[in-house]
Nanobody
Framework: QVQLVESGGGLVQPGGSLRLSCAASGSIFVINAMGWYRQAPGKQRELVATITGGGSTNYADSVKARFTISRENAKNTVYLQMDSLRPGDPTVYYC?????????????WGQGTQVTVSS
């Protein structure tokens, strides 16, 4: 089993920035890709950004040029730098990791971290 622990959410003014972090832990696991998703009340969870072990990234159109995903493989940690936050961005952000543990595939989620954009 792979556990994900997120941090860095909070309250920010419109146009401000936040940096989310997510650390993976467990026993003998391989991470193929990590990413961030978000879910607003009453809506489906949606992709924000993903990054592979090799550093290839993918972003939702709504966050391109504003958000940056990065990864420290040695620490099994993924980050999401969020700039120019908009009132439409507030929601719960979830970390995700996919890979293999003891040869078996896994798809793990963090507990979520709240982001609120308000003046």
């Amino acid at each position: 089993q792979v556990q994900l622990v997120e941090s860095g959410g909070g309250l920010v003014q419109p146009g401000g920035s936040l940096r989310l972090s997510c650390a993976a832990s467990g026993s003998i696991f391989v991470i193929n890709a990590m990413g961030w998703y978000r879910q607003a009340p009453g809506k489906q969870r949606e992709l924000v950004a993903t990054i592979t072990g090799g550093g290839s990234t993918n972003y939702a159109d709504s966050v391109k040029a504003r958000f940056t995903i990065s990864r420290e493989n040695a620490k099994n940690t993924v980050y999401l730098q969020m700039d120019s936050l908009r009132p439409g961005d507030p929601t719960v952000y979830y970390c995700n990791a996919v890979g293999f543990v003891l040869g078996m595939p896994y798809n793990s989620w963090g507990q979520g971290t709240q982001v609120t954009v308000s003046s």
